[in-house]
Nanobody, 120 residues
Framework: QVQLVESGGGLVQSGGSLRLSCAASGSIFSIFSIYTMGWYRQAPRKQRELVAVMTRGGTPNYADFVKGRFTISRDNAKNTVYLQMNSLKPEDTAVYYC???????????WGQGTQVTVSS
């Protein structure tokens, strides 16, 4: 059974920080390092959008609206991917989803999501 379990969401004031974590489990993740891992988000009444992905080679790619504020990282020994979010803005409020996949965008598998709310 494939599982991606996010944690670390919550309520934070504008300008604050949060760190999201996503733990991957399941037999397909026995070689976690081969997967592209990503973070996507969906705000109310908006389409789901890419936030950041990290390829199996460790190359990060970010949406323009988070460059310089968010950092994606991964710990292959722990089957975990992280999203460090700094200088949060109210417009970052959304449900954040962890993804994994063998494609460049890494969206074969999705977590249940974690709510991030940024108050002004």
């Amino acid at each position: 059974q494939v599982q991606l379990v996010e944690s670390g969401g919550g309520l934070v004031q504008s300008g604050g920080s949060l760190r999201l974590s996503c733990a991957a489990s399941g037999s397909i993740f026995s070689i976690f390092s081969i997967y592209t891992m990503g973070w996507y988000r969906q705000a109310p009444r908006k389409q789901r959008e890419l936030v950041a992905v990290m390829t199996r080679g460790g190359t990060p790619n970010y949406a323009d609206f988070v460059k310089g504020r968010f950092t994606i990282s991964r710990d292959n020994a722990k089957n975990t991917v992280y999203l460090q979010m700094n200088s949060l803005k109210p417009e970052d409020t959304a449900v954040y989803y962890c993804t994994a996949g063998k494609s460049t965008m890494g969206t074969d598998y999705w977590g249940q999501g974690t709510q991030v709310t940024v108050s002004s």
